[in-house]
């Protein structure tokens, strides 16, 4: 199983980046991918969450209406395009995968119910 993030760079506040996970070893057994950020001596937090087959995702409260989580089947990705971007948004960012899904067929915002991880891809943004 690989997850694999790209997209990362530098940015002036205001401007845009676009992440994207390759999961090409997708297991049906897979319903949730996640996007989490954790900036230095900070803790790790879930950012967007999409639930795989129903479409269905949520957003933490700092990114709502700034970040879309999305996905394409076909090519095996899933993407986050981060809009309005501020410094507090600089991170290194990765993407998950895990099976759990909360009541109301959403997915998790925090991390223990993931258990497969990218490898990150930073985020800078001044």
């Known amino acids: 199983v690989q997850l694999v993030e790209s997209g990362g760079g530098s940015v002036q506040a205001g401007g845009s980046l676009s992440l994207s996970c390759s999961m090409p070893n997708f297991s049906d057994n897979t319903s949730c991918m996640g996007w989490f950020r954790q900036a230095p001596g900070k803790e790790r937090e879930g950012v967007a969450a999409l639930h795989i087959r129903t479409s269905k995702t949520n957003y933490a409260d700092s990114v709502k209406g700034r970040f879309t989580i999305s996905q394409d089947n076909v090519k095996k990705t899933v993407y986050l395009q981060m809009n309005s971007l501020k410094p507090e948004d600089t991170a290194m960012y990765y993407c998950?995968?895990?099976?759990?899904?909360?009541?109301?067929?959403?997915?998790?915002?925090?991390?223990?119910?993931?258990?497969?991880w990218g490898q990150g891809t930073q985020v800078t943004v001044s």
């Open positions: 998950a995968r895990g099976p759990r899904v909360r009541s109301g067929g959403y997915c998790y915002l925090e991390s223990a119910p993931y258990n497969y």
